[in-house]
């Protein structure tokens, strides 16, 4: 099990093979502050070197799960980032302020990378930042009568955690500008209808919902889930024939793995896999 750094702005819970992260900031609509990007860095670094973790729910505290950025990152806080990382990992980017942003990027992405299922559980609202974190996740189950969007046309920016790259890879290029475009604040109803969800539940069996999806995910082999995310994440940026070499690459760890044999015998005897990512 992965050891997890202290943290004030979110929770991680275990069942077995099944993680939860919580953000946790309720009295603030678990809005995002720099404290709060940190903090995701430094856990989903840690997460993802967790063998044992098979598949993660990330949700929010409270009656949302997240309205989008905290304004104190506008009054009070740096968009520059964390200095002092800059200074021990070497600047990625001549202008802080881009630098900065990928850092903060950083909070997020590993959940598209990481080598087990992410599944985000939205409530209430995921809002800018807070839809952004939902849309680097694998799959998403919102809540009826939640609402959600890119809002940052509002405040004169543009979603740069994220947004215009995984968006329209969801929803399409097209809808994706509209969304954007006009600050458009959609229902569970309408996002489930584009593609922005792949499930929709009543709220009061979301919780039960996510963990039953998540604990699906988690019994399938863990080196074909890995390589079945690389492979498709590839089919969004290379051409056929190079994301083709991604799906033999992967299959052939499959195909060498003990974990495979262990589905063919367990198969044969009648009972369920126990998969040991090797």
């Known amino acids: 099990m992965a050891d997890l750094p202290p943290t004030k702005t979110?929770?991680?819970?275990?069942?077995?093979?099944?993680?939860?992260l919580v953000l946790d900031r309720p009295e603030k609509l678990n809005s995002f502050t720099m404290e709060m990007w940190s903090e995701l860095r430094s856990v989903g670094a840690a997460l993802v070197e967790d063998r044992d973790l098979r598949a993660l729910i990330v949700a929010g505290e409270g009656r949302a799960f997240s309205s989008g950025i905290d304004t104190s990152v506008f009054t009070g806080g740096s968009l520059d980032g964390d200095v002092s990382s800059r200074a021990e990992t070497g600047a990625r980017h001549d202008d802080p302020t881009v630098d900065g942003i990928l850092r903060i990027q950083d909070a997020y992405t590993w959940l598209e990378e990481a080598p087990f299922?992410?599944?985000?559980a939205v409530q209430g609202y995921a809002l800018g930042a807070g839809l952004?974190?939902?849309?680097a996740c694998d799959?998403?189950?919102f809540a009826r009568g939640a609402k959600v969007g890119l809002l940052e046309f509002k405040y004169g920016i543009m979603p740069d955690l994220g947004g215009t790259q995984r968006l329209p890879r969801l929803v399409g290029v097209g809808k994706a500008k509209e969304m954007i475009f006009t600050a458009a604040r959609i229902d569970a109803e309408e996002a489930y209808r584009i593609g922005l969800c792949e499930r929709l539940v009543d709220e009061a069996d979301l919780d039960q919902e996510a963990a039953a999806l998540a604990a699906l995910v988690a019994a399938q082999p863990p080196l074909a889930v890995r390589g079945t995310k690389r492979a498709i994440d590839a089919s969004g940026r290379l051409p056929i024939r190079e994301g083709l070499v991604v799906?033999?690459?992967s299959q052939a760890e499959c195909l060498r793995s003990a974990d495979m044999a262990e589905a063919i015998t367990a198969f044969v005897e009648g009972r369920s896999a126990v998969y040991r990512a090797r």
Do not use: H, M, W
């Not at 979110?10 to 939860?20: A, I, K, T």
């Not at 299922?117 to 985000?120: D, K, L």
């Open 132 to 135: 952004q974190i939902a849309l």
């Open 139 to 141: 799959l998403r189950i």
């Open 117 to 120: 299922a992410t599944i985000a």
């Open 10 to 20: 979110l929770r991680f819970e275990r069942d077995g093979q099944v993680g939860r």
């Open 247 to 249: 799906e033999a690459e």
